[in-house]
């Protein structure tokens, strides 16, 4: 069936690095992306979103690129710094004709963690 | 403005017991949505519902699993008869409008336990 998933499970960067966490997506159908951040016994926490007529959208340290050509979408982190470690989700939407859309699928996601 | 609060945190139930998980949206949110999410994976779709309505429910569980957001009080997530494989965490989400999007927010999750 139509999935969402990463290439790895886990990503160790030395802080102050940049980080770049990938996720392959097989819905083309897909409208919207989302990167959430999940921290140990928490929910998920939305960081950035992009939508499929964007290619790249840049937040505070964090930037998202989208190629639907490959069905590929990464997330960029910046200087990392302690606070990053977490897991990190990429999550696809598919709106419909109704113009809304029904739920998330979820990558099972990367650990990424902060080397002093 | 109070988050999307889940209740309980914790729940162990034993085999054959029903649990009841509760999650109240943010104010001014209309919109519920309840996912699974098994140790070291995703987090699974499983229902969507607005006021008194289902809109999606294909990621629920044909039998035992059932969902309802009332027209007052908190989304419920029923399990009844639970078994170890319901072991999950559980966690709602909000948003004022359809569609997952900058608005919208998730809970701290229930994490259920089945003994």
């Known amino acids: 069936g139509e999935s969402v998933g990463l290439h790895l499970p886990t990503l160790s960067v030395q802080e102050g690095d940049n980080s770049i966490i990938n996720c392959a997506y097989s819905?083309?159908?897909?409208?919207?992306f989302i990167w959430y951040k999940q921290e140990s016994g928490k929910g998920p926490q939305f960081i950035i979103d992009?939508?499929?007529?964007?290619d790249k959208r840049q937040g505070q340290r964090v930037t998202v690129l989208l190629n639907k050509t490959v069905k590929h979408l990464s997330l960029q982190i910046a200087a990392t710094q302690p606070g990053d470690s977490a897991v990190y989700f990429c999550?696809?939407?598919?709106?419909?004709?109704?113009?809304?859309?029904?739920?998330?699928?979820f990558g099972k996601g990367t650990h990424l963690i902060i080397q002093p | 403005n109070a988050g999307v609060m889940q209740n309980p945190r914790h729940l162990v139930r034993r085999r054959g017991q029903e649990a009841r998980l509760r999650c109240s949206p943010m104010?001014?949110?209309?919109?519920v949505y309840w996912y699974r999410q098994l140790p070291e994976e995703g987090l699974k779709f499983m229902v969507y519902?607005?006021?008194?309505?289902?809109?999606?429910e294909s990621g629920m569980p044909k039998e035992r699993f059932s969902a309802e957001f009332p027209k007052e009080g908190p989304s419920i997530l029923r399990i009844q008869q639970v078994v170890r494989g319901d072991s999950a965490a559980y966690f709602c989400?909000?948003?004022?409008?359809?569609?997952?999007?900058?608005?919208?927010?998730f809970g701290q999750g229930t994490r259920l336990t089945v003994v």
């Open positions: 519902l607005q006021k008194e309505n289902i809109i999606d």
């Open positions: 999550a696809e939407e598919e709106w419909n004709s109704g113009g809304g859309a029904d739920g998330l699928t």
């Open positions: 989400a909000s948003s004022p409008g359809r569609g997952m999007n900058t608005e919208a927010f």
């Open positions: 992009i939508r499929s007529n964007m």
């Open positions: 104010k001014g949110h209309s919109h």
């Open positions: 819905n083309s159908a897909s409208d919207y």
